[in-house]
């Protein structure tokens, strides 16, 4: 368990640039980044490698 103080904001996971990038002001994850994540967190991700992501209206195929 940390060490924080109770309201403290919890901290960012590290990314790596292949984690992410931005359209305008808006951070988009990679699938390199919900991979290391380990599971879907059910958001509707664009680039959902689990199948799940509904942002564009599609799913991505799972990994083979």
Avoid: W
């Amino acid at each position: 368990m940390e060490n924080r103080p109770p309201n403290a904001a919890p901290q960012p996971p590290d990314l790596e640039p292949e984690d992410y990038y931005f359209e305008g002001a808006l951070m988009v994850f990679t699938a390199a980044h919900h991979l290391k994540r380990g599971s879907c967190c059910g958001s509707g991700c664009r680039h959902c490698p689990y199948g799940n992501g509904t942002a564009q209206g599609k799913a991505p195929a799972p990994p083979e």
